[in-house]
């Protein structure tokens, strides 16, 4: 005999590490049981279904149909809710997807399905995040750092570094971030070094720096 059990979490259950609370789906088929782990947001939907259609989960089979169908479209809508308001990588928007509880087939299957569609871009994503960062005074190798984190190699953009960064340039522009700071005469050079280099430029360019303004400091 099919039968089937959905269990939500009670109000105010803590979250498993980074994972959100979910709700858990028992199928009975054929005197085995599985259970499965869904999130919140399927198994009320799932429930509500069931409560108004009863014929549309009369069985465990059925049930794991539904909840499949149910979960693809609730993972398409998490996305697009938050593609609403701002861009991610793929990479950032899998882990966000994972993290809501949804299965990792089903989050695969969408992110090839925005992928193929322009919904996500992980070269419109990289050339957007690095013109906003050299805007804010970051240097080539912490972007580069940053897009690793997210999932995204650098490298692989076309254009990359030499049409956002050049060595002239990244003198001048660190330069002007380290003259608006003030270093104390002990150790000055080996200070600003650390800095420069701290806001992601080269060593080169970070102890070209270090000598300017070592030099008009004198």
Not at 129 to 155: H, M, N, P, T, Y
Request: proline share 2%; glycine share 8%.
């Amino acid at each position: 005999m099919e039968s089937w059990e959905l269990n939500l979490p009670k109000r105010g259950e803590a979250r498993l590490g980074a994972r959100k609370a979910r709700a858990e789906l028992v199928l009975s088929e054929e005197g085995s049981e599985r259970r499965l782990s869904i999130p919140v947001v399927v198994a009320k939907r799932l429930k509500g279904i069931a409560d108004e259609r009863p014929w549309a989960a009369d069985s465990a089979r059925s049930v794991m149909e539904l909840e499949r169908d149910l979960e693809r479209k609730c993972c398409s809508e998490r996305a697009e809710s938050l593609l609403n308001r701002r861009d991610y990588s793929t990479a950032e928007m899998r882990a966000k997807l994972l993290e809501d509880g949804f299965y990792g087939p089903v989050v695969d299957e969408y992110l090839r399905r925005a992928s193929d569609v322009g919904l996500l871009d992980d070269a419109r994503y990289a050339d957007a995040f690095i013109r906003s960062k050299v805007s804010s005074g970051w240097g080539e190798r912490k972007v580069s750092a940053a897009l690793r984190a997210r999932g995204v190699d650098a490298g692989c953009l076309d254009g990359w570094p030499f049409e956002y960064f050049d060595e002239v340039n990244e003198f001048e522009r660190a330069l002007q971030i380290a003259s608006r700071k003030t270093f104390s005469e002990r150790n000055r050079f080996s200070k600003v070094v650390r800095f420069v280099m701290g806001r992601g430029f080269s060593g080169a360019v970070a102890y070209g720096v270090a000598h300017k303004i070592c030099d008009d400091a004198e």
